[in-house]
């Protein structure tokens, strides 16, 4: 292998990062804070990045193409990479930013999973209820969601189904197709 492997770029590397740039473009429009009323702080915007990111992240496994896994794992490396260099910019210690990064991650995957079985089961009041309890830390089982997490449900199934339909060939091309604001659900 030798000393070369380590520059050596990985397979989807730069897929990955086009991928993950195009779902925090998503993740930060405009209308979701204002029109939905995500709050517009660090917590709400790493919510939904963590939300468009997952969503990304399950079309691609779903995929039967073998390329689909390796990709998936692209993205995720490419969002922890981000978030590890944001946190730097941000001032936190090196010291500190191992353990902030893997309580990033481990919040990633609890949501994910809650998103991940709310979308196989295209349950959008379980989808709510999901989103309510994270994105505005809310809402506790047994409360109803808010009409606003109603909204943004509704808003993830259509961009799940969107991306459900979207050719393999685009996202290996790095170009994910993401619902505009004028496509989504009222």
């Given at each position: 292998?030798?000393?070369?492997?380590?520059?050596?770029?990985?397979?989807?590397?730069?897929?990955?990062?086009?991928?993950?740039?195009?779902?925090?473009?998503?993740?930060?429009?405009?209308?979701?804070?204002?029109?939905?009323?995500?709050?517009?702080?660090?917590?709400?915007?790493?919510?939904?990045?963590?939300?468009?990111?997952?969503?990304?992240?399950?079309?691609?496994?779903?995929d039967p193409d073998p390329r689909g896994a390796a990709l998936a794992q692209a993205v995720f490396d490419a969002m922890f990479a981000?978030?590890?260099?944001?946190?730097?910019?941000?001032?936190?210690?090196?010291?500190?930013?191992?353990?902030?990064?893997?309580?990033?991650?481990?919040?990633f995957h609890g949501r994910a999973i809650a998103y991940e079985e709310a979308l196989d089961a295209r349950d959008a009041?379980?989808?709510?209820?999901?989103?309510?309890?994270?994105?505005?830390?809310?809402?506790?089982?047994?409360?109803?969601?808010?009409?606003?997490?109603?909204?943004?449900?509704?808003?993830?199934?259509?961009?799940?189904?969107?991306?459900?339909?979207?050719?393999?060939?685009?996202?290996?091309?790095?170009?994910?197709?993401?619902?505009?604001?004028?496509?989504?659900?009222?």
């Amino acid at each position: 292998m030798g000393l070369f492997a380590l520059f050596r770029r990985k397979p989807h590397e730069r897929t990955g990062f086009a991928l993950y740039t195009a779902a925090v473009a998503t993740a930060r429009s405009p209308f979701l804070f204002e029109g939905i009323g995500v709050p517009d702080t660090l917590d709400g915007r790493f919510d939904l990045i963590n939300l468009h990111v997952a969503l990304l992240v399950r079309r691609l496994r779903a995929d039967p193409d073998p390329r689909g896994a390796a990709l998936a794992q692209a993205v995720f490396d490419a969002m922890f990479a981000d978030m590890d260099l944001n946190l730097r910019e941000m001032g936190v210690s090196d010291m500190v930013v191992g353990k902030r990064v893997k309580r990033m991650w481990e919040a990633f995957h609890g949501r994910a999973i809650a998103y991940e079985e709310a979308l196989d089961a295209r349950d959008a009041a379980a989808l709510a209820q999901a989103l309510a309890r994270n994105v505005w830390r809310g809402a506790t089982p047994g409360t109803a969601p808010t009409a606003s997490a109603e909204r943004l449900a509704a808003i993830v199934l259509a961009q799940d189904r969107a991306l459900a339909a979207q050719p393999f060939a685009s996202l290996l091309a790095g170009k994910p197709a993401f619902l505009a604001e004028t496509e989504l659900p009222a």
